[in-house]
């Protein structure tokens, strides 16, 4: 089993990684695809007059403030057009592909945080109105069932609180919370740089490999949503996969290179 989580900043490319799935899929591997579409977010709320803000918690991550509104385009940016463009691209190649969030069926489900803390201006303040959550749960029947059933599921966020709120939750932890309760060998995550990088302005500084036991040692040298890689790779693999590979989205073969050691390596 192999899950590959694809991001959704800008300039981060999926027909790569379409070409490339399609070609693994042929050759006999489940797989599962979770999607990102943050750049599609941010398009959309600047259109719709609703401008991103995002904010920083006093641990020092930064994460979109998701009041009800938000949420709502958050939807529209997710489920509707980047699930349906990956599905379709899919359908293009002829691979079945279904396209599902993981509000549906209650695939990712977590508590929503009502409020957060978080640091501005050097000072505590407390949001409240607040639509996000972190993935506790998955409950993979659905997902299983797909497979069996020889389609390609397609996910995405948001998620399902218990009480069966959407909730906007980070699609990283989402992909390491499936890969663990799928019981997958594999958890690739593509993004729009090769890995993690010593020196953000040179490719070449790439970190090749860290141990499992040493990710918090490498942590200072992530920044912005790599330290969320970071962590959601430490989930994967305390929930039993044996190899997490952080690599490009925006190389031929994306997979298959990243499977063949191209990018940073964890295990």
Known sequence: MLVVKIGGGSGTRIEPTVADLTD??????RLVLVHGASGETNVLAEKLGKPPRFVTSVS???????????????????????????????????????GLSGLDGRIFEGRRKESITILEGGKRKVLR????GKVERVNAGIVTLLLDHGYL?????PAASYEGEAVNVDGDTAAAELAAALKAE????????????RDLNDPNSLVARIPAKAIDD????AHGRMKRKLM??????????RRVILGSANIERPVTSSLAGQGTVIQ
């Open 24 to 29: 693994i899929l042929r050759a006999g591997r």
């Open 129 to 132: 109105g607040d639509y996000t």
């Open 60 to 98: 020092g991550i930064e994460s979109r403030y998701t009041d009800r509104e938000t949420l709502e385009i958050f939807e529209m940016a997710y489920c509707g057009k980047a699930n349906k463009a990956v599905v379709e691209a899919f359908q293009k190649r002829g691979v079945n592909a279904v």
């Open 218 to 221: 490498f942590m200072p040298l």
């Open 186 to 197: 594999e958890f690739v995550m593509l993004s729009n740089v090769p890995g993690l990088l």
């Open 232 to 241: 959601a790779a430490a989930i994967a693999l305390q929930g039993g996969v």
């Open 153 to 157: 599921p397609v996910l995405c966020p």
